[in-house]
């Protein structure tokens, strides 16, 4: 189900409620629990290509954060870092997950980071792929559109979307298809679409890394960083830093990928994931 789904749209499942919202997920495979999480401006799309190998032997769960993907979108909504990790709580609640496997990019190991620390919940492996994790954060875009929400939000529509491939296209060293652009794009097209991906940008905030960034020598699982030679978002230099405040972590770098790993060099992914599990059964 996982490999088909995305010949014409792409879209989890299974429905979760979480405080009124409804989440996409989906699972896929049998075995250990490995728990996938996207970034932004993604979604679980970026784990097309890399499910479907982790399946071959564990039981893989994969799901859109709220606000982005095919999770719900409303006006209002609280989509922010402060939030998703009380998602990510509420889902491995759901799915009787007590200490999985976390594999987390961009903000998605900024919300398995924040579950770990502030809400107790243990992994038994933490691998972070360009998490968003040190402050400050954002980009140009990210910067002008948090200033000026209503503005960006009222572009012409084809004014966003040029803006929206422009962005994307910057987070990686492959040319995207136009089909695999439009795995990306979906989600944040049309009124709604236009509204939400704003919305999610305003509500970035590096006090949500702030409340941790501290605590990283707290972390009580294995962990392995793995960054994009070439990030253009969160530089390697970050990485390196952040990795200095993990004493204990696995640091790798990817030759010739971007922000968005996962697409530019899924197999690198895969390698990692199953590398640090091999080291646990050692």
Do not use: K
């Not at 392995?224 to 990030?231: F, N, Q």
């Amino acid at each position: 189900m996982f490999e088909t789904s995305t010949r014409d749209t792409w879209c989890p499942p299974e429905t979760f409620e979480f405080r009124g919202q409804e989440i996409r997920h989906g699972v896929v495979g049998e075995g250990e629990p490995v728990v996938l999480l996207h970034g932004t401006p993604f979604s679980s799309v970026v784990w097309r290509r890399i499910a479907p190998q982790l399946a071959r032997d564990h039981r893989v769960y994969y799901f859109d954060l709220l606000g982005y993907g095919r999770s719900e979108q409303q006006e209002g909504q609280d989509v922010s870092l402060g939030v998703q990790n009380l998602v990510l709580t509420a889902l491995l609640d759901h799915w009787g997950l007590e200490s999985p496997h976390v594999v987390g990019h961009d903000f998605g190991g900024t919300t398995a980071l924040r579950a770990h620390l502030l809400d107790g919940r243990d992994y038994r492996s933490l691998t972070l792929i360009d998490p968003v994790a040190l402050s400050p954060h954002g980009s140009e875009l990210v910067q002008a559109a948090r200033r000026h929400e209503d503005a960006f939000a009222e572009l012409p529509g084809y004014v966003h979307e040029a803006v929206l491939r422009a962005y994307i296209g910057g987070a990686l060293c492959r040319s995207l298809s136009e089909q695999e652009m439009r795995y990306y794009l979906e989600p944040w097209v049309g009124q709604r679409g236009q509204s939400a991906f704003y919305r999610q940008i305003a509500q970035m905030d590096d006090r949500y890394t702030d409340e941790i960034q501290d605590r990283y020598g707290e972390i009580r699982c294995p962990v392995a960083l793995l960054w994009g030679e070439r990030d253009a978002w969160v530089p390697l230099a970050t990485g390196r830093a952040l990795a200095e405040r993990m004493p204990h972590a696995e640091f790798g770098v990817v030759p010739g990928a971007g922000h968005l790993v996962p697409d530019d060099a899924p197999e690198a992914v895969v390698a990692a994931v199953l590398d640090s599990l091999r080291r646990l059964d050692r």
